[in-house]
T-cell receptor, first 116, second 113 residues
């Protein structure tokens, strides 16, 4: 039973390029969350999605960032025209139902984005 | 604004002792509080969850307390081992923010043999 799978593990992009981060939730989980962790800082919530729906995107920057969780396939976090400040670790988590968090959230190993 | 503080960025203790980590919060009424462990280069791993109406939770060598009056949670690791060395994160979830956890910056624990 694979956990939350994120790829790629490491991603290097030049300023102005696009970055696409993928997350496949744990089997049976239909809720996906994206968090960003800047160096020496804690995890910051970005967006919460269910299949085909964005539930809460209050943590997403207003520009250049978007997320989706299609009916088929992984969740995608997309960053357009990346800047150096986007360099961070991006973590995806999943759960069966946020209203029943007895087992917490299952996190992936993250994608480390470096913008050069 | 909501604020979570985990005291002392780093905590060093001797093997066999009890490690106590603190999580304080302000301007928040969490429905439950979670503790996670994070190793370098890895994602957080869930350890324990405690609800607002619970005082204490235990799991093997781990114990969590939750005082909503003091707005504080304590996380204890008894009989600590070098393998317990990691960064420990607390996270709050409000009942109205299901799915949106607010994390502290973490406390890095080092257990010396």
């Amino acid at each position: 039973n694979a956990g939350v799978m994120q790829n790629p593990r490491h991603l290097v992009r030049r300023r102005g390029q696009e970055a696409r981060l993928r997350c496949s939730p744990m089997k049976g989980h239909s809720h996906v969350y994206w968090y960003r962790q800047l160096p020496e800082e804690g995890l910051k919530f970005m967006v919460y999605l269910q299949k085909e729906n964005i539930i809460d995107e209050s943590g997403m920057p207003k520009e250049r960032f978007s997320a989706e969780f299609p009916k088929e396939g992984p969740s995608i976090l997309r960053i357009q025209q990346v800047v150096r400040g986007d360099s961070a670790a991006y973590f995806c988590a999943s759960s069966q139902n946020p209203g029943q968090p007895n087992y917490g959230y299952t996190f992936g190993s993250g994608t480390r984005l470096t913008v050069v | 604004s909501q604020k979570i503080e985990q005291n002392s960025e780093a905590l060093n203790i001797q093997e066999g002792k009890t490690a106590t980590l603190t999580c304080n919060y302000t301007n928040y009424s969490p429905a439950y509080l979670q503790w996670y462990r994070q190793d370098p280069g890895r994602g957080p791993v869930f350890l324990l969850l405690i609800r607002e109406n619970e005082k204490e939770k235990r799991k093997e060598r781990l114990k969590v307390t939750f005082d909503t009056t003091l707005k504080q949670s304590l996380f204890h690791i008894t009989a600590s081992q070098p393998a317990d060395s990691a960064t420990y994160l607390c996270a709050l979830d409000g009942s109205t923010n299901a799915g949106k956890s607010t994390f502290g910056d973490g406390t890095t624990l080092t257990v010396k043999p």
